[in-house]
């Protein structure tokens, strides 16, 4: 096997195995993501299908969604999200203020 397919098979698991992640960990929010992170699953979600239209494959941003969340978006925000508390907000303004 190459070293760029196997490159790239080791990086598709990693991307598995970080998306089964966050599946699990629905109490993690988004915001703490990008607090500690600087990115969220909506960022992981918009890079899948930002790589999917330079290789030519038609996909939605629902769609991309759809396979970080393991389930429609709205589905998991009436589910699993929590409203942000002002020392998230707080938070999440210094961090953009540091990094902005």
């Known amino acids: 096997m190459s070293d760029d397919k196997m490159t790239t098979e080791l990086e598709a698991a990693a991307f598995r195995k970080l998306v089964?992640?966050?599946?699990?960990?629905?109490?993690?929010?988004?915001?703490?993501?990008m607090i500690l992170g600087g990115f969220c699953r909506n960022c992981l979600s918009r890079w899948y299908q930002e790589a999917a239209d330079e290789k030519g494959v038609d996909m939605s941003k629902d769609s991309a969604r759809e396979i970080v969340y393991g389930m429609p978006y709205g589905e998991w925000k009436d589910?699993?999200?929590?409203?942000?508390?002002?020392?998230?907000?707080?938070a999440f303004a210094a961090n953009n203020e540091a990094n902005g």
């Open 79 to 90: 589910k699993y999200q929590t409203k942000a508390t002002p020392e998230q907000e707080a």
């Open 20 to 33: 089964s992640h966050l599946r699990e960990r629905n109490d993690v929010q988004n915001i703490d993501l």
